[in-house]
Structures are given as structure tokens and as C-alpha cells.
T-cell receptor, first 115, second 114 residues
Framework: AQSVTQLGSHVSVSEGALVLLRCNYS??????LFWYVQYPNQGLQLLLK??????LVKGINGFEAEFKKSETSFHLTKPSAHMSDAAEYFC?????????????FGQGTTLQVKP | EAQVTQNPRYLITVTGKKLTVTCSQN?????MSWYRQDPGLGLRQIYY???????DKGDVPEGYKVSRKEKRNFPLILESPSPNQTSLYFC?????????????FGPGTRLTVT
């Protein structure tokens, strides 16, 4: 069965510092992996996705994530945090190759950016 | 404008009173899904649909029903709501089924059951 674990429910960084949000998954078949962002009082927006092409995936707003099969990880990074990055971030996985429509989300990580 | 719309956005109701939350997308997407979001639990999938007349259970389907009679609409039905269904609900759609390309999310419906 699929599962997603996001380490750290809250992460706080200073403006300009590196952002690192951790995501580990378990999947019995090659996964499709996603990061979504949710700003206050809004729906979720797709940041980036891994679909078995390049292992380093670039997304919107300067974010990127690296798929590491050996570590079953898909951590999200941004070199320099901006105040506007403060939001909740969700990692998600689906097993596309098994043709199921199930999508599993992690519990979310709230990113705080301090001036 | 490409979008997923949900109605109502806010709803307060009483235990046992049937309700329907509508979801509509204008992108001709194959896949649609419902989620509930609760603090500390992230998003949990309730039901999903891979195409018209094709629906399946997610992780938390108890107490909910759905239908997919036409491609653009995917209503969520609570036949007899209970207080533990108080939550923030999101509808989402994806061009592909399964949703390997990511999903578009609606703005959410905040439901309170007293």
C-alpha cells in the first residue's frame, strides 16, 4: 500500500535562507510524485511533479525536488526563501502504472518565513 | 477561464439533513475526485472517478456518495450528515486518468454539521 510521510509539521526559516521540506513515500510500483502548495483560505496548487523522466524536477516559484529511489524520497527545496512562500505544502503519490486512481497525500508541512 | 467550481463554499447544517455539494469543471477532464482536509491529517481521498459512470472509493468513503452522470460534474452527497463530517472539502480534476499529470483543485467547501 502507498503511504507518504512528511517530516516536520512546521518548518521555520529566515527570509533568504534555504528551504528544505522532506517527503518520503512507500510504493510497490514506480510512483508518480507531486508537491502542492496551499495558501491561506485557498485550494491547492500544483508546484511540481515527478513522472519518471528527469529525477530533478523544477517547478514554479523557484522550487525544485529530487526523486531519490534508493532513499524513497522526494524532498522539496528552494535556495532562497521569500516571505510569499509562507504556506502549507503537501507531498502526494499515485501509482499510475497500476491504473488505480488513488492519490495519497502527506499530512502537510507549514512553512513560516521570518523577516 | 479553466477552473473547478464548488458550491456552496460554506454550509452549516444539522445532523441527518441530506445535502449535496456540487463540483463542476470546464476543462473536459477525465478524472475527478473529492477530498476532505482535517487539521493534522492532510487531505484524504473520499471518492474518485476515472470517467463517466466510473467511480471508486478512496480512503474515507463511509457516509458519502457520489455520481458521475456527465463528464463535467461530480457531486458529493451526504445522505445523513454527522458531526464527524465537519470538514473542509475539496473537489479536484485531472486531464488524465489516473491523474499522473497533477490535479486542478476547487476553492473548497467548509461544512459544519451540528
Amino acid at each position: 500500500a502507498q503511504s507518504v510521510t512528511q517530516l516536520g509539521s512546521h518548518v521555520s526559516v529566515s527570509e533568504g535562507a534555504l528551504v528544505l521540506l522532506r517527503c518520503n513515500y512507500s510504493s510497490s510500483v514506480p510512483p508518480y510524485l507531486f508537491w502542492y502548495v496551499q495558501y491561506p483560505n485557498q485550494g491547492l496548487q500544483l508546484l511540481l511533479k515527478y513522472t519518471s523522466a528527469a529525477t530533478l524536477v523544477k517547478g514554479i516559484n523557484g522550487f525544485e525536488a529530487e526523486f531519490k529511489k534508493s532513499e524513497t524520497s522526494f524532498h522539496l527545496t528552494k535556495p532562497s526563501a521569500h516571505m510569499s512562500d509562507a504556506a502549507e505544502y503537501f507531498c502526494a503519490v499515485t501509482e499510475g502504472s497500476s491504473n488505480t486512481g488513488k492519490l495519497i497525500f502527506g499530512q502537510g508541512t507549514t512553512l513560516q518565513v521570518k523577516p | 477561464e479553466a477552473q473547478v467550481t464548488q458550491n456552496p463554499r460554506y454550509l452549516i447544517t444539522v445532523t441527518g439533513k441530506k445535502l449535496t455539494v456540487t463540483c463542476s469543471q470546464n476543462m473536459n477532464h477525465e478524472y475527478m475526485s473529492w477530498y476532505r482536509q482535517d487539521p493534522g491529517l492532510g487531505l484524504r481521498q473520499i471518492y474518485y472517478s476515472m470517467n463517466v459512470e466510473v467511480t471508486d472509493k478512496g480512503d474515507v468513503p463511509e457516509g458519502y456518495k457520489v455520481s458521475r452522470k456527465e463528464k463535467r460534474n461530480f457531486p458529493l452527497i451526504l445522505e445523513s450528515p454527522s458531526p464527524n463530517q465537519t470538514s473542509l472539502y475539496f473537489c479536484a480534476s485531472s486531464l488524465n486518468a489516473p491523474p499522473t499529470g497533477g490535479q486542478y483543485f476547487g476553492p473548497g467547501t467548509r461544512l459544519t454539521v451540528t
